[in-house]
């Protein structure tokens, strides 16, 4: 049974069949909702500064 994950950098669902997975040379795996989430997650940014990660809102306390 497939089961839906969290994506590695703004903290949402990942459904089945969407998304994509990306492993390290390290053999880590993580797991992105959408290419925008690749993005940022490429260019080094933070997920508890980008303002519309799930992650930082709850490091806000918004969520």
Known sequence: MPVARKCSFCG???E???GLMFVR???SVLFFCS???ERNFKLN?????VKWTERSRKARGKA
């Open 16 to 18: 089945p069949g969407t």
């Open 35 to 37: 290419s925008k989430c």
């Open 25 to 27: 040379r390290d053999g």
């Open 45 to 49: 940014r933070k997920p508890h500064r």
């Open 12 to 14: 949402g669902r990942v």
